[in-house]
């Protein structure tokens, strides 16, 4: 039995390669860094779908596809109940999206993700939620529908190297989640579901709230190491570090660096984030000589997602915005090339019992 499922391979997928021992991640042929900061989230979401929708419109046509369907999704907010995190109003969201297989139905969900984040954010705050606008491009029209201006190229340009970054990465537990599901034929807003509940638990999307809970309570470079030591010895796991896969620094968190960097005003935070990385990765390794721990996604996402002012909690619903290209095009996948997904499991409970 392998309870993490680590060595088993539950699917083959043209989508995406994750190379953990070289720090390499693929997406259809290109390199991530070939596509992080060089295209949109458009054009990569085209990439990832192509071939699964007989009907995908060309690459140049996916902004104003994708743009009408944030305005047809706007037309149906659901009523979040105001006791919800953002995520969990998310996950209220992608359950009004109606169930089907078609491409109408995949953009109505990759649409929902930033339609109705920003909506349960503003709600969350008092306000009233923002309508889309059509013609602005994915990353642009999720910033001003959150904050009610138009975003600055540069903090557009973040945005959506994010999307990209985050938008597929092979057979994650949420990817995973979304094509056990799709196996089943429950289609695609059940699977995204299953992906984004998959999604938001701390071991995996998260974690980057949690980042800038730790770097705001280390407060200043000089007490990272002795922060980190108390968190270490009490059991506590370093929230940004560490991967299942990855034995090697994963390559997300320098293509998210590299969006950081382009940002007007993140040095003196990005300084102190690096000194507590540093800290941390010194730790790791004396504690856990014998197992590379090292940086991950989460940690850099932390930041720009900061850097952007997006509200900590909803950093998740973020990470889905982007990753809901990658779950659709899985569920698609799963549904053309793969089974009903049902491993066994081993019974080790009482013996029968006989009857006297
Ligand atoms: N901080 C402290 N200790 C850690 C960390 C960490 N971040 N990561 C792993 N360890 C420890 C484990 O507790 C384990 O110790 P043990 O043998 O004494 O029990 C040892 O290192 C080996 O752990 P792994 O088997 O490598 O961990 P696993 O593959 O099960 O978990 C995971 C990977 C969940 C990402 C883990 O590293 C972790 O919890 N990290 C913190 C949360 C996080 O950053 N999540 C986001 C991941 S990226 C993503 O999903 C998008």
Not at 269 to 282: G, P, T
Request: proline share 6%; with cysteine; net charge negative.
């Amino acid at each position: 039995m392998d309870a993490g499922l680590e060595h088993v391979v539950a699917a083959e997928t043209v989508t995406s390669d994750v190379d953990g021992d070289a720090g390499r991640l693929v997406l259809r042929g290109h390199d991530l860094d070939q596509l992080a900061g060089h295209t949109t989230f458009e054009a990569v979401t085209h990439l990832l779908w192509s071939g699964f929708f007989d009907d995908l419109p060309a690459a140049r046509d996916m902004p104003a596809a994708l743009g009408a369907a944030r305005t047809q999704v706007f037309a149906q907010l659901p009523a979040f109940p105001a006791h919800l995190t953002a995520v969990e109003a998310l996950r209220v969201g992608l359950s009004h999206i109606g169930d089907g297989d078609d491409l109408a139905t995949a953009l109505r969900l990759l649409a929902a993700g930033p339609v109705f984040t920003a909506a349960a954010v503003r709600r969350a705050q008092g306000y009233e939620p923002i309508a889309p606008d059509p013609t602005l491009s994915h990353a642009a029209d999720f910033l001003r529908m959150l904050t009610g201006a138009a975003p600055a190229p540069s903090s557009a340009a973040a945005l959506d190297a994010y999307l990209i970054t985050i938008a597929d990465h092979g057979l994650n537990a949420s990817t995973f989640a979304a094509r056990v599901v799709a196996s089943t034929q429950a289609g695609l807003a059940s699977a995204a579901v299953a992906g984004l509940s998959a999604l938001k638990g701390p071991l995996h999307g998260g974690a980057p709230g949690p980042v800038l809970d730790m770097i705001d309570a280390i407060g200043a470079p000089a007490n990272a190491e002795a922060w980190i030591d108390a968190a270490l010895a009490r059991g506590d796991r370093l929230m940004g570090f560490g991967h299942r896969v990855y034995r090697v620094r994963d390559p997300r968190a320098d293509a998210l660096k590299a969006a950081i960097v382009k940002l007007p005003k993140t040095t003196g935070r990005l300084a102190f984030a690096e000194a507590i990385e540093s800290a941390a990765l010194n730790k790791l390794a004396a504690r856990y000589p014998t197992r590379t721990l090292e940086t991950n996604v989460e940690f850099y996402t932390a930041l720009l997602l900061e850097a952007l002012r997006i509200p900590r909690e909803a950093f998740t619903c973020v990470f889905a915005c982007g990753r809901l290209a990658g779950w659709i095009a899985h569920a698609r996948e799963q549904l053309a090339t793969g089974r009903l997904v049902r491993p066994k499991s081993v019974y080790v409970g009482p013996e029968v019992r006989v009857a006297a």
